[in-house]
Protein backbone atom coordinates (compact mmCIF):
# COMPACT_ATOMS: atom_id res chain seq x y z
CA UNK A 1 0.00 0.00 0.00
CA UNK A 2 2.71 2.69 1.18
CA UNK A 3 4.57 1.60 -2.56
CA UNK A 4 0.82 2.06 -4.10
CA UNK A 5 1.15 5.58 -2.35
CA UNK A 6 4.22 6.52 -3.05
CA UNK A 7 4.01 5.38 -6.76
CA UNK A 8 0.66 7.73 -7.36
CA UNK A 9 2.82 10.65 -5.76
CA UNK A 10 5.89 10.22 -7.94
CA UNK A 11 3.89 9.73 -11.29
CA UNK A 12 1.43 13.01 -10.38
CA UNK A 13 4.96 14.78 -9.45
CA UNK A 14 6.91 13.02 -12.28
CA UNK A 15 4.11 13.97 -14.93
CA UNK A 16 4.39 17.63 -15.59
CA UNK A 17 0.38 17.70 -17.26
CA UNK A 18 0.80 20.91 -18.22
CA UNK A 19 0.75 20.45 -21.57
CA UNK A 20 -1.93 21.27 -24.37
CA UNK A 21 -5.12 19.57 -23.97
CA UNK A 22 -7.79 19.51 -27.06
CA UNK A 23 -11.36 18.56 -27.53
CA UNK A 24 -12.24 15.93 -30.06
CA UNK A 25 -12.77 18.19 -32.86
CA UNK A 26 -9.02 19.45 -32.19
CA UNK A 27 -9.83 22.74 -30.37
CA UNK A 28 -7.32 23.64 -27.46
CA UNK A 29 -9.01 23.84 -24.15
CA UNK A 30 -8.19 26.57 -21.88
CA UNK A 31 -5.86 25.61 -19.00
CA UNK A 32 -7.52 25.14 -15.80
CA UNK A 33 -4.94 26.11 -13.82
CA UNK A 34 -2.78 28.64 -15.60
CA UNK A 35 -2.96 31.08 -12.83
CA UNK A 36 -0.83 28.44 -10.87
CA UNK A 37 1.92 28.47 -13.49
CA UNK A 38 4.71 30.67 -13.55
CA UNK A 39 4.09 34.46 -14.57
CA UNK A 40 6.81 36.41 -16.72
CA UNK A 41 5.86 39.58 -15.92
CA UNK A 42 2.76 42.40 -16.75
CA UNK A 43 2.38 45.52 -18.27
CA UNK A 44 -0.19 48.39 -18.50
CA UNK A 45 -1.73 49.65 -21.75
CA UNK A 46 0.82 47.83 -24.06
CA UNK A 47 0.60 47.45 -27.81
CA UNK A 48 0.55 43.53 -27.28
CA UNK A 49 -1.93 41.38 -28.99
CA UNK A 50 -5.23 41.95 -30.71
CA UNK A 51 -7.70 42.20 -27.52
CA UNK A 52 -5.26 45.01 -25.97
CA UNK A 53 -6.13 48.34 -26.96
CA UNK A 54 -3.52 51.63 -26.75
CA UNK A 55 -2.96 53.11 -23.70
CA UNK A 56 -4.88 56.60 -24.20
CA UNK A 57 -8.01 55.27 -21.99
CA UNK A 58 -7.34 56.39 -18.54
CA UNK A 59 -7.28 52.86 -17.49
CA UNK A 60 -5.42 51.13 -19.81
CA UNK A 61 -5.55 47.07 -19.62
CA UNK A 62 -2.76 45.07 -18.15
CA UNK A 63 -1.54 42.01 -19.85
CA UNK A 64 -0.42 39.74 -17.59
CA UNK A 65 1.38 36.60 -18.98
CA UNK A 66 1.81 32.86 -17.72
CA UNK A 67 3.64 30.19 -19.09
CA UNK A 68 3.57 26.39 -18.50
CA UNK A 69 6.07 25.57 -15.78
CA UNK A 70 8.02 22.62 -17.30
CA UNK A 71 8.37 24.69 -20.05
CA UNK A 72 9.35 27.37 -17.56
CA UNK A 73 12.18 25.26 -16.13
CA UNK A 74 13.32 24.18 -19.43
CA UNK A 75 13.61 28.16 -20.79
CA UNK A 76 16.19 28.09 -17.91
CA UNK A 77 18.38 24.96 -18.79
CA UNK A 78 18.51 26.08 -22.65
CA UNK A 79 17.31 29.13 -23.23
CA UNK A 80 14.53 27.90 -25.65
CA UNK A 81 10.96 26.98 -25.45
CA UNK A 82 10.64 23.56 -25.88
CA UNK A 83 7.70 21.73 -28.09
CA UNK A 84 4.00 22.04 -26.36
CA UNK A 85 4.87 25.20 -24.95
CA UNK A 86 1.92 27.24 -23.63
CA UNK A 87 1.66 30.72 -23.11
CA UNK A 88 -1.43 32.24 -21.46
CA UNK A 89 -2.13 35.75 -21.93
CA UNK A 90 -4.67 37.51 -19.30
CA UNK A 91 -6.25 40.89 -20.16
CA UNK A 92 -7.60 42.39 -17.10
CA UNK A 93 -9.00 46.48 -16.94
CA UNK A 94 -7.35 48.79 -14.61
CA UNK A 95 -8.72 50.75 -11.88
CA UNK A 96 -7.21 54.06 -10.32
CA UNK A 97 -9.64 54.48 -7.33
CA UNK A 98 -10.49 51.87 -4.75
CA UNK A 99 -10.21 50.94 -1.03
CA UNK A 100 -7.14 52.69 -0.08
CA UNK A 101 -5.63 53.02 -3.29
CA UNK A 102 -5.71 56.85 -4.56
CA UNK A 103 -3.66 56.95 -7.42
CA UNK A 104 -1.81 54.74 -9.58
CA UNK A 105 -3.19 51.26 -11.18
CA UNK A 106 -4.68 47.99 -9.59
CA UNK A 107 -6.34 45.31 -11.89
CA UNK A 108 -9.92 44.21 -12.03
CA UNK A 109 -12.48 42.10 -14.55
CA UNK A 110 -10.92 40.02 -16.92
CA UNK A 111 -11.54 41.37 -20.82
CA UNK A 112 -9.79 39.29 -22.40
CA UNK A 113 -7.97 35.56 -22.99
CA UNK A 114 -5.32 34.10 -25.10
CA UNK A 115 -2.92 31.66 -25.32
CA UNK A 116 0.16 31.15 -27.98
CA UNK A 117 1.21 27.25 -28.38
CA UNK A 118 3.99 25.84 -29.64
CA UNK A 119 2.81 22.62 -31.61
CA UNK A 120 5.68 21.63 -33.82
CA UNK A 121 4.75 25.43 -34.87
CA UNK A 122 3.32 28.50 -32.98
CA UNK A 123 -0.18 28.79 -33.01
CA UNK A 124 -2.41 31.59 -31.43
CA UNK A 125 -5.68 31.21 -29.81
CA UNK A 126 -8.38 33.68 -28.45
CA UNK A 127 -10.92 32.34 -25.82
CA UNK A 128 -14.10 34.25 -26.23
CA UNK A 129 -16.22 35.04 -23.86
CA UNK A 130 -16.38 32.24 -20.96
CA UNK A 131 -15.09 29.97 -23.58
CA UNK A 132 -13.18 26.49 -22.50
CA UNK A 133 -11.45 26.17 -25.78
CA UNK A 134 -10.86 27.50 -28.49
CA UNK A 135 -9.77 27.04 -32.77
CA UNK A 136 -6.22 28.51 -34.09
CA UNK A 137 -7.10 32.29 -34.87
CA UNK A 138 -5.99 32.78 -38.82
CA UNK A 139 -2.37 32.83 -39.57
CA UNK A 140 -3.60 36.25 -41.01
CA UNK A 141 -4.05 37.33 -37.19
CA UNK A 142 -1.55 40.68 -36.21
CA UNK A 143 -0.41 38.52 -33.67
CA UNK A 144 1.50 35.87 -36.25
CA UNK A 145 3.62 38.22 -37.88
CA UNK A 146 4.17 40.27 -34.86
CA UNK A 147 5.42 37.53 -32.37
CA UNK A 148 7.74 36.36 -35.45
CA UNK A 149 9.59 40.28 -36.06
CA UNK A 150 9.27 41.60 -33.26
CA UNK A 151 9.83 38.23 -30.41
CA UNK A 152 13.43 38.44 -29.09
CA UNK A 153 13.27 34.61 -28.56
CA UNK A 154 11.57 32.18 -30.81
CA UNK A 155 8.04 34.08 -31.72
CA UNK A 156 8.09 35.35 -27.70
CA UNK A 157 8.40 38.98 -26.42
CA UNK A 158 11.05 37.89 -23.91
CA UNK A 159 12.67 41.47 -23.96
CA UNK A 160 9.63 42.32 -21.66
CA UNK A 161 10.15 39.09 -19.50
CA UNK A 162 12.76 40.87 -17.07
CA UNK A 163 14.22 37.77 -15.10
CA UNK A 164 14.29 35.78 -18.85
CA UNK A 165 15.94 38.24 -20.90
CA UNK A 166 19.72 37.45 -19.12
CA UNK A 167 18.92 33.75 -19.24
CA UNK A 168 18.60 34.22 -23.02
CA UNK A 169 21.43 36.42 -23.21
CA UNK A 170 24.11 33.71 -21.38
CA UNK A 171 22.31 30.78 -23.43
CA UNK A 172 23.33 33.00 -26.87
CA UNK A 173 19.27 32.84 -27.71
CA UNK A 174 18.50 36.28 -27.22
CA UNK A 175 18.40 38.36 -30.24
CA UNK A 176 17.58 42.42 -30.08
CA UNK A 177 14.45 43.06 -31.73
CA UNK A 178 13.86 46.74 -32.82
CA UNK B 1 16.48 1.04 -6.87
CA UNK B 2 13.06 1.94 -8.24
CA UNK B 3 11.63 2.31 -4.85
CA UNK B 4 14.14 4.52 -3.59
CA UNK B 5 13.26 6.54 -6.91
CA UNK B 6 9.77 6.68 -6.33
CA UNK B 7 10.28 7.23 -2.47
CA UNK B 8 12.60 10.40 -3.57
CA UNK B 9 10.00 11.64 -6.14
CA UNK B 10 7.12 11.87 -3.89
CA UNK B 11 8.80 12.94 -0.83
CA UNK B 12 10.55 15.69 -3.47
CA UNK B 13 6.60 16.80 -4.28
CA UNK B 14 4.70 16.03 -1.45
CA UNK B 15 6.77 18.37 1.01
CA UNK B 16 5.46 21.87 0.03
CA UNK B 17 9.09 23.13 1.48
CA UNK B 18 7.27 26.80 0.46
CA UNK B 19 7.26 27.85 4.43
CA UNK B 20 9.88 30.32 5.55
CA UNK B 21 13.81 29.45 6.04
CA UNK B 22 15.72 31.18 8.72
CA UNK B 23 19.45 31.71 9.66
CA UNK B 24 21.05 30.97 12.48
CA UNK B 25 20.49 34.22 14.05
CA UNK B 26 16.83 34.59 13.09
CA UNK B 27 17.13 35.93 9.84
CA UNK B 28 15.04 35.33 7.04
CA UNK B 29 16.02 33.77 3.84
CA UNK B 30 15.07 35.38 0.88
CA UNK B 31 13.09 32.45 -0.84
CA UNK B 32 14.88 31.75 -3.72
CA UNK B 33 12.22 30.10 -6.23
CA UNK B 34 9.93 33.10 -5.32
CA UNK B 35 9.12 33.66 -8.83
CA UNK B 36 7.82 30.12 -9.47
CA UNK B 37 5.42 30.97 -6.93
CA UNK B 38 1.60 32.05 -7.35
CA UNK B 39 1.58 35.40 -8.64
CA UNK B 40 -1.65 37.05 -7.53
CA UNK B 41 -1.30 40.65 -8.87
CA UNK B 42 0.93 43.50 -10.37
CA UNK B 43 -0.32 47.27 -9.67
CA UNK B 44 1.43 50.01 -11.54
CA UNK B 45 1.91 53.18 -9.35
CA UNK B 46 -0.03 51.85 -6.47
CA UNK B 47 0.44 53.23 -3.21
CA UNK B 48 1.53 49.98 -1.21
CA UNK B 49 4.27 49.42 0.90
CA UNK B 50 6.90 51.82 1.95
CA UNK B 51 9.53 51.47 -0.66
CA UNK B 52 6.87 52.38 -3.37
CA UNK B 53 6.77 56.05 -4.24
CA UNK B 54 3.65 57.90 -5.67
CA UNK B 55 2.60 57.77 -9.15
CA UNK B 56 3.80 61.21 -9.89
CA UNK B 57 6.22 59.79 -11.41
CA UNK B 58 6.10 58.99 -15.70
CA UNK B 59 7.62 55.81 -14.68
CA UNK B 60 5.78 54.59 -11.59
CA UNK B 61 7.30 51.55 -10.08
CA UNK B 62 5.31 47.88 -10.59
CA UNK B 63 4.12 45.92 -7.47
CA UNK B 64 4.47 42.34 -8.32
CA UNK B 65 2.62 40.05 -5.20
CA UNK B 66 3.37 36.33 -5.23
CA UNK B 67 2.31 33.92 -2.42
CA UNK B 68 3.92 30.52 -1.37
CA UNK B 69 1.96 27.50 -2.95
CA UNK B 70 1.15 26.12 -0.28
CA UNK B 71 -0.38 28.66 1.34
CA UNK B 72 -2.79 29.76 -1.92
CA UNK B 73 -3.96 26.11 -1.98
CA UNK B 74 -5.24 26.43 1.24
CA UNK B 75 -6.66 30.07 0.65
CA UNK B 76 -8.48 28.27 -1.77
CA UNK B 77 -10.16 26.02 0.31
CA UNK B 78 -11.20 28.03 3.27
CA UNK B 79 -10.52 31.80 2.34
CA UNK B 80 -7.88 32.30 4.83
CA UNK B 81 -3.81 32.28 4.99
CA UNK B 82 -2.38 29.28 7.41
CA UNK B 83 0.14 29.90 9.47
CA UNK B 84 3.75 30.12 7.65
CA UNK B 85 2.04 31.96 4.73
CA UNK B 86 4.77 33.79 3.15
CA UNK B 87 4.06 37.16 0.67
CA UNK B 88 6.87 38.33 -1.74
CA UNK B 89 6.58 41.88 -2.80
CA UNK B 90 8.86 42.33 -5.55
CA UNK B 91 9.02 46.23 -7.08
CA UNK B 92 10.11 47.05 -10.24
CA UNK B 93 11.32 50.17 -12.33
CA UNK B 94 8.66 50.66 -15.20
CA UNK B 95 9.79 51.86 -18.72
CA UNK B 96 7.70 53.05 -21.46
CA UNK B 97 10.07 52.83 -24.67
CA UNK B 98 11.58 49.77 -25.76
CA UNK B 99 11.95 47.22 -28.48
CA UNK B 100 8.34 47.44 -30.41
CA UNK B 101 6.70 49.54 -27.45
CA UNK B 102 5.63 53.10 -27.47
CA UNK B 103 3.48 53.23 -25.11
CA UNK B 104 1.76 52.24 -21.68
CA UNK B 105 4.69 50.99 -19.13
CA UNK B 106 6.44 47.53 -18.93
CA UNK B 107 8.76 46.18 -15.97
CA UNK B 108 12.27 46.60 -15.85
CA UNK B 109 15.03 46.15 -12.85
CA UNK B 110 14.44 45.61 -9.35
CA UNK B 111 13.88 48.51 -7.28
CA UNK B 112 13.21 46.43 -3.72
CA UNK B 113 11.94 43.59 -2.40
CA UNK B 114 10.21 42.62 0.47
CA UNK B 115 8.15 40.10 2.27
CA UNK B 116 4.92 39.41 4.77
CA UNK B 117 5.45 35.82 6.53
CA UNK B 118 2.79 34.88 8.75
CA UNK B 119 4.39 33.72 11.68
CA UNK B 120 2.21 33.40 14.38
CA UNK B 121 1.62 36.95 13.98
CA UNK B 122 2.56 38.79 10.92
CA UNK B 123 5.81 40.51 10.42
CA UNK B 124 7.63 42.05 7.86
CA UNK B 125 10.88 42.04 5.92
CA UNK B 126 12.86 44.25 3.61
CA UNK B 127 15.78 42.53 1.83
CA UNK B 128 18.01 45.16 1.19
CA UNK B 129 20.31 45.82 -1.77
CA UNK B 130 21.37 42.10 -2.79
CA UNK B 131 20.81 40.90 0.50
CA UNK B 132 19.66 37.41 1.20
CA UNK B 133 18.40 36.91 4.15
CA UNK B 134 16.43 40.30 6.43
CA UNK B 135 15.54 40.78 10.51
CA UNK B 136 11.88 41.97 11.02
CA UNK B 137 11.09 45.56 10.50
CA UNK B 138 10.01 47.29 13.33
CA UNK B 139 6.52 46.47 14.40
CA UNK B 140 6.58 50.91 13.94
CA UNK B 141 6.97 50.51 10.15
CA UNK B 142 3.67 51.94 8.32
CA UNK B 143 3.24 47.90 6.72
CA UNK B 144 2.32 46.98 9.67
CA UNK B 145 -0.36 49.70 10.69
CA UNK B 146 -1.75 49.73 7.11
CA UNK B 147 -2.06 45.85 6.63
CA UNK B 148 -3.99 45.22 10.12
CA UNK B 149 -6.20 48.68 8.97
CA UNK B 150 -7.01 48.18 5.76
CA UNK B 151 -6.38 44.63 4.67
CA UNK B 152 -9.62 43.13 3.23
CA UNK B 153 -8.60 39.50 4.47
CA UNK B 154 -6.49 38.47 7.31
CA UNK B 155 -3.92 41.48 7.00
CA UNK B 156 -3.34 41.19 3.48
CA UNK B 157 -4.45 43.42 0.37
CA UNK B 158 -6.82 41.04 -1.23
CA UNK B 159 -9.28 43.62 -2.59
CA UNK B 160 -6.19 43.95 -4.91
CA UNK B 161 -5.79 40.13 -5.99
CA UNK B 162 -8.89 40.04 -8.58
CA UNK B 163 -9.26 35.91 -8.54
CA UNK B 164 -9.07 36.07 -4.78
CA UNK B 165 -11.80 38.94 -3.77
CA UNK B 166 -14.62 35.81 -4.63
CA UNK B 167 -13.09 33.17 -2.62
CA UNK B 168 -12.90 34.91 -0.01
CA UNK B 169 -16.56 36.61 -0.32
CA UNK B 170 -17.85 32.63 -0.80
CA UNK B 171 -15.81 31.74 2.19
CA UNK B 172 -16.98 34.39 4.51
CA UNK B 173 -13.38 36.01 5.29
CA UNK B 174 -13.42 38.81 3.11
CA UNK B 175 -14.11 42.65 5.03
CA UNK B 176 -14.84 45.31 3.08
CA UNK B 177 -12.23 48.08 3.86
CA UNK B 178 -12.35 51.73 3.08
Same mark, same amino acid.
Given at each position: MRYL =? =?????????????????????? =??KPENYRE? $?? =?????????? @??? @??????? @????? $?? $??PSAYREFLRTGTWPDQTIFVLEVRRSQSKGSINQGG??????IAIEAELKNKKWMFYGFEGSATSAKPLPTTAACYSCHAQHGAVDNTFVQ??????? $??????TFRERS
Open positions: =L =LSLAAFTCLAADDGPKFTDDGR =LLW $VW =LSSGLGMSYG @PAT @PSDAASN @PPFDN $VF $VSHFQGEMFYPTLIE $VARQKG
